[in-house]
């Protein structure tokens, strides 16, 4: 487990919504190899704020993610980034909305090798043509701890040093909002905590609005809400959030399926 974050700060009250769902389904195969991975799932994520999503395996949690981000499509219902309906946008128009008003970190990093840690972070800009803002990315850089390693390539960096350039990425272009896919699961507990403490510094004193995929009750505690699926649906949810608390939701999701 990571290790566990600070008391969280008052924060003022949420100024719009960053991303939404209503009534969103994502259903594979048919017949008797049908699977509902969504079942008319609504929720919205606020902007300016951190939210943990959790369940069981298999529970639907990083399709909720996929489906939302645009990464993935979905059999019904909508998903929205600020007043834009992704279902009514073709591939092209997806591909520039995930490009300039998304930012995404995966598990896996997913950074360019022959890159230094500089090229990677400023990537999204450059596929798009544009230059970096130096007083945001010099900002960006000192939040995240790269001043030093600007660079080195990937092969040269530490696991939690490589996460922080990804975190770095997915802030350059000034996303509307971030998307994490267990973006702690392949780090120690300390680089871990570190990369945490990134992105809830970034809603603090940046105004992002992040929202991560967790089955850890610890990295789920540095958010400022947790919500809970089950079965692709949305069953509860946790406001300041601590990881105590999180564990027994979580166990009590565990002892349900035991005993069904």
């Not at 799932?41 to 704020?49: D, K, N, T």
């Not at 990295?219 to 949305?234: C, E, I, K, Q």
Request: glycine share 10%.
């Amino acid at each position: 487990m990571t290790a566990a974050p600070l008391a969280p700060h008052p924060h003022p009250a949420p100024t719009g919504i960053a991303a939404a769902t209503t009534d969103l389904s994502k259903v594979y195969g048919s017949g008797d190899t049908r699977v509902v991975a969504l079942d008319r799932v609504s929720i919205s994520f606020h902007e300016g704020r951190f939210t943990a999503i959790m369940g069981p395996s298999g529970c639907g949690k990083s399709t909720l993610m996929h489906c939302a981000a645009g990464l993935d499509s979905f059999s019904s219902g909508s998903a929205r980034i600020g007043t834009t309906e992704l279902g009514s946008l073709n591939d092209e128009q997806l591909t520039r909305l995930r490009r300039d008003r998304i930012g995404f970190i995966f598990q896996a990093f997913n950074l360019m090798p022959t890159l230094t840690a500089l090229e990677n972070i400023t990537l999204p800009l450059t596929i798009a043509g544009r230059k970096p803002d130096r007083q945001w990315l010099d900002h960006v850089v000192s939040l995240t701890g790269l001043s030093q390693r600007l660079g080195h390539r990937p092969g040269q960096l530490s696991g939690g040093q490589q996460q922080r350039v990804a975190v770095a990425r997915a802030l350059i272009a000034r996303p509307s909002i971030i998307f994490g896919d267990e973006p702690t699961g392949n780090l120690d507990s300390r680089a871990g905590a570190e990369v945490l403490g990134f992105l809830r510094d970034s809603v603090r004193e940046l105004g992002r609005t992040v929202v991560m995929v967790t089955h850890d009750p610890v990295a789920a505690a540095y958010a400022d809400r947790v919500v809970f699926l089950s079965d692709g649906r949305l069953v509860d949810e946790m406001v300041q959030p601590t990881a105590d608390r999180v564990l027994d939701r979580m166990k009590a999701f565990d002892a349900r399926s035991r005993t069904s």
